[in-house]
């Protein structure tokens, strides 16, 4: 198949191509020295066409490794196959099998650089490597590497905001809307690119972009603002992204890897059931098994904000975790001036007693955001870290909230990795809020149970406009940003909030603690709203599994709906939400369920209403009213 010609001693491909399938051989990926030296890939599934052929390559300080490039050779394929568990996600025991191979090129300057590919039955992934001696120094300057979509494919993506700008200048987050089905090529309406993952639509084939592997040592990436013709082309953060002062870009000396970059491919059920986020990520670290405990919490902030984290209230919510039987309470902001560090070791202990664990919350600032809320400063080094994790272990805090990155440039990324080591190194559990996606940093760091990265919850209490945009932002932030990573959205109220009117049912508020994934998940509801729920809803939100054994995707569009079933010891829970404003009637596949009969919880006649019914597993139909949504336990 493949045809070669000499040059300077090196083999280069002339015109002809090297091809690399997945383990079924549904998806090949074709890799080629292009006739005027450039390197390219192409994917197809089922022979079809899926990403056109696309740019490769790296240019870095004194080596570019983008054009006038030879290919050298070609290692052996390699089968790949790596087994290992997660305490938080969407499956627990996963196993990761890919076809890898080795393309090594070398540039005018004689200069080598590998691309590594592997192809999953359920999407690619590739990644550079940079070992040349004659380069001591590995500098990053820019990255070739596109992925080129049909022009009639559609997409499903959300800005990136620009840097430093907002509330307390705490952008970059990822805390902006998606714009869902769009034609492919529409540029980025913030000037500043769009966020992984990034979903696409092309025919029947579904694509979903991210990147993994994320060790601390480079910087994250997006897509850039601009995609002529369908080429979404990966960039690098922008100038301000970067902690006190450090570096925006990757550097090295030695080995320069960069993440992987990894495109979930296939139907729409094989893309939402991918696990290429934490397949391609480092394996985890030493962390005792004991305290990597997840969990549902009880949080008064976002519908009580500063004024209420106050010791008796705090005090008045492990109270109510105690009765929800959860297993942790968040205090939040100002909890150093409102409560102060003695009074907060005895909330700590006093919470020991009940049976529920203490979060503290910390701004990360920093000189790259303007929030004022305390405590702030206490992490910039690994010396003030290792002082302050103590002293919170030894008041009895199980973990840390910290909140208002900066961006995602190099020394940010190395920010988040030190935080976590030092965590790990004292026993705490990590949140990040105001935040980057994790990119599979959750099996690297057993330790990290959740972060934002979303436009959650609290923007519905901040203004109308938010909480009308709450449904269909929820079918988005469960299909698109939770897809690989876990997700702090702080769900879930029953009653109103103060100056809201709701949009959503209560059923719809229900279904996303089973849709939703976190490590912890911090519920928004207060003791008051949790008293208008009915026994049954108080039960299921006791009994609900902390961690998940495995997930079926069932149904969903993006914007529209979702539906999705979660395996929890013997048990399964299904759950779904309807954004539209008309009611929709699911038919769910449920036949895995064999002859099981479920209990289904869904919307009752009125807006802040449930109900019950039984219902059968099978070809099962269940209508979700306007907004609204369900749950159905199968034990």
Same mark, same amino acid.
């Given at each position: 198949?493949?045809?070669?010609?000499?040059?300077?001693?090196?083999?280069m491909?002339?015109?002809?191509? /090297?091809?690399?399938? #997945?383990?079924?051989?549904q998806?090949?990926v074709?890799?080629?020295?292009?006739?005027?030296? *450039?390197? #390219?890939?192409?994917?197809?599934?089922?022979g079809?066409?899926?990403?056109?052929?696309?740019?490769?390559?790296?240019?870095?300080?004194?080596?570019?490794?983008?054009r006038?490039?030879?290919?050298?050779?070609?290692?052996?394929?390699?089968?790949?196959?790596?087994?290992?568990?997660?305490?938080?996600?969407k499956? #627990? $025991?996963?196993?990761?099998?890919? =076809?890898e191979?080795?393309? @090594?090129?070398?540039?005018?300057a004689?200069?080598?650089m590998d691309?590594?590919?592997?192809?999953?039955?359920?999407g690619?992934?590739?990644?550079?490597?940079?070992?040349?001696?004659?380069?001591?120094?590995?500098?990053?300057?820019?990255?070739?590497?596109?992925?080129?979509?049909?022009?009639k494919a559609?997409?499903?993506?959300? %800005?990136?905001?620009?840097?430093? *700008?907002?509330?307390?200048?705490?952008?970059?987050?990822?805390?902006?809307?998606?714009?869902?089905?769009?034609?492919?090529?529409?540029?980025?309406?913030?000037? @500043?690119?769009?966020?992984?993952?990034?979903?696409?639509?092309?025919?029947?084939?579904?694509?979903?972009? *991210?990147?993994?592997?994320?060790?601390?040592?480079?910087?994250?990436?997006?897509?850039?603002?601009?995609?002529?013709?369908?080429?979404?082309?990966?960039?690098?953060?922008?100038?301000?992204?970067?902690?006190?002062?450090?570096?925006?870009?990757?550097?090295?000396?030695?080995?320069?890897?960069?993440?992987w970059?990894?495109?979930?491919?296939? @139907?729409?059920?094989?893309?939402?059931?991918? *696990?290429?986020?934490?397949?391609?990520?480092?394996?985890?670290?030493?962390f005792?098994?004991?305290?990597?405990?997840?969990g549902?919490?009880?949080? @008064?902030?976002?519908?009580?904000?500063?004024?209420?984290?106050?010791?008796?209230?705090?005090?008045?919510?492990?109270?109510?975790?105690?009765?929800?039987?959860?297993?942790?309470?968040?205090?939040?902001?100002?909890w150093?001036?409102?409560?102060?560090?003695?009074?907060?070791?005895?909330?700590?202990?006093?919470?020991?007693?009940? +049976?529920?664990?203490?979060?503290?919350?910390?701004?990360?600032?920093?000189?790259?955001?303007?929030?004022?809320?305390?405590?702030? +400063?206490?992490?910039?080094?690994?010396?003030?870290?290792?002082?302050e994790?103590?002293?919170?272990?030894?008041?009895?805090?199980?973990?840390v909230?910290?909140?208002?990155?900066?961006g995602?440039?190099?020394?940010?990324?190395?920010?988040y990795?030190?935080?976590?080591?030092?965590?790990?190194?004292?026993?705490?559990?990590? =949140?990040?809020?105001?935040?980057?996606?994790?990119?599979?940093?959750?099996?690297?760091?057993? $330790?990290?149970?959740?972060a &934002?990265?979303?436009?959650?919850?609290?923007?519905?209490? /901040? =203004?109308?406009?938010?909480?009308?945009a709450?449904?269909?932002?929820?079918?988005?932030?469960?299909?698109?940003?939770?897809?690989?990573?876990?997700?702090?959205?702080?769900?879930?109220?029953?009653?109103?909030m %103060?100056?809201?009117?709701?949009?959503?049912?209560?059923?719809?508020?229900?279904?996303?603690?089973?849709?939703?994934?976190?490590?912890?998940?911090?519920?928004?509801?207060?003791?008051?709203?949790?008293?208008?729920?009915?026994?049954?809803?108080?039960?299921?939100?006791?009994?609900?599994?902390?961690?998940?054994?495995?997930?079926?995707?069932?149904?969903?569009?993006?914007?529209?709906?979702?539906?999705?079933?979660?395996?929890?010891?013997?048990?399964?829970?299904?759950?779904?939400? $309807?954004?539209?404003?008309?009611?929709?009637?699911? &038919?769910?596949?449920l036949?895995?369920?064999?002859?099981?009969?479920?209990?289904?919880?869904?919307?009752?006649?009125r807006?802040?209403?449930?109900?019950?019914?039984?219902?059968?597993?099978?070809?099962?139909?269940?209508?979700?009213?306007?907004?609204?949504? /369900?749950?159905?336990?199968?034990?």
């Amino acid at each position: 198949m493949i045809k070669a010609c000499v040059s300077a001693g090196l083999m280069m491909a002339c015109g002809a191509a /090297f091809a690399l399938h #997945s383990p079924n051989r549904q998806l090949e990926v074709t890799v080629e020295v292009r006739p005027d030296k *450039t390197l #390219s890939y192409s994917v197809k599934r089922n022979g079809q066409p899926v990403l056109l052929p696309s740019p490769l390559g790296l240019t870095l300080a004194g080596a570019d490794f983008a054009r006038r490039l030879e290919l050298a050779g070609t290692s052996p394929v390699r089968e790949v196959s790596d087994r290992y568990t997660m305490a938080v996600g969407k499956r #627990s $025991n996963i196993h990761y099998r890919a =076809n890898e191979q080795v393309w @090594s090129v070398v540039n005018a300057a004689g200069q080598k650089m590998d691309v590594t590919f592997r192809v999953s039955d359920d999407g690619i992934a590739f990644r550079y490597t940079v070992a040349d001696a004659g380069l001591p120094v590995k500098r990053f300057v820019a990255e070739a590497t596109g992925f080129a979509f049909d022009t009639k494919a559609r997409a499903f993506l959300q %800005p990136m905001a620009q840097a430093r *700008t907002g509330w307390g200048k705490t952008n970059p987050s990822y805390e902006e809307y998606y714009q869902v089905d769009v034609p492919v090529g529409q540029p980025a309406p913030l000037k @500043s690119g769009w966020v992984f993952p990034a979903l696409f639509r092309s025919g029947d084939t579904w694509v979903a972009l *991210t990147e993994a592997g994320m060790e601390g040592g480079f910087h994250a990436s997006r897509l850039a603002t601009a995609a002529p013709a369908g080429m979404y082309r990966v960039a690098g953060p922008t100038a301000p992204e970067v902690f006190a002062k450090g570096q925006l870009l990757a550097e090295s000396r030695g080995s320069l890897v960069t993440p992987w970059r990894v495109a979930a491919i296939g @139907s729409l059920a094989t893309v939402m059931d991918s *696990t290429l986020g934490t397949d391609l990520a480092a394996p985890a670290i030493a962390f005792d098994g004991k305290l990597v405990q997840p969990g549902h919490a009880s949080w @008064s902030w976002p519908l009580l904000k500063d004024e209420q984290t106050v010791f008796d209230v705090q005090k008045r919510f492990i109270d109510y975790a105690h009765d929800m039987q959860w297993d942790y309470t968040l205090v939040d902001a100002e909890w150093d001036r409102r409560i102060g560090y003695e009074k907060m070791a005895e909330l700590a202990r006093y919470a020991a007693g009940r +049976g529920v664990g203490l979060l503290a919350w910390y701004n990360s600032a920093g000189d790259w955001n303007d929030a004022p809320q305390t405590p702030r +400063g206490k992490l910039l080094t690994r010396e003030a870290r290792v002082k302050e994790f103590a002293r919170l272990r030894a008041m009895g805090i199980k973990g840390v909230k910290i909140d208002f990155f900066g961006g995602d440039g190099a020394s940010m990324l190395r920010y988040y990795v030190d935080i976590l080591k030092d965590a790990a190194d004292a026993g705490l559990l990590v =949140n990040f809020h105001g935040a980057t996606l994790p990119r599979g940093l959750q099996r690297t760091y057993p $330790n990290l149970m959740t972060a &934002e990265a979303i436009r959650g919850l609290e923007f519905a209490t /901040f =203004n109308q406009e938010g909480e009308d945009a709450v449904p269909a932002h929820a079918v988005n932030a469960a299909m698109i940003r939770n897809l690989f990573d876990p997700m702090d959205f702080t769900p879930m109220v029953f009653g109103d909030m %103060p100056g809201i009117k709701r949009v959503t049912r209560n059923g719809f508020e229900l279904a996303q603690s089973v849709l939703f994934l976190s490590g912890i998940q911090h519920f928004a509801e207060i003791p008051q709203g949790m008293a208008t729920a009915p026994e049954y809803v108080k039960a299921f939100l006791r009994e609900l599994p902390r961690r998940w054994d495995d997930s079926r995707f069932l149904a969903g569009v993006p914007g529209s709906h979702v539906a999705i079933a979660r395996k929890a010891g013997e048990s399964w829970y299904v759950a779904g939400i $309807n954004a539209d404003g008309a009611p929709r009637t699911l &038919e769910l596949d449920l036949s895995f369920l064999g002859n099981r009969k479920g209990v289904l919880i869904t919307d009752g006649a009125r807006q802040r209403e449930f109900s019950r019914a039984e219902l059968a597993a099978g070809k099962a139909t269940v209508t979700v009213q306007p907004r609204g949504g /369900f749950v159905a336990v199968f034990r």
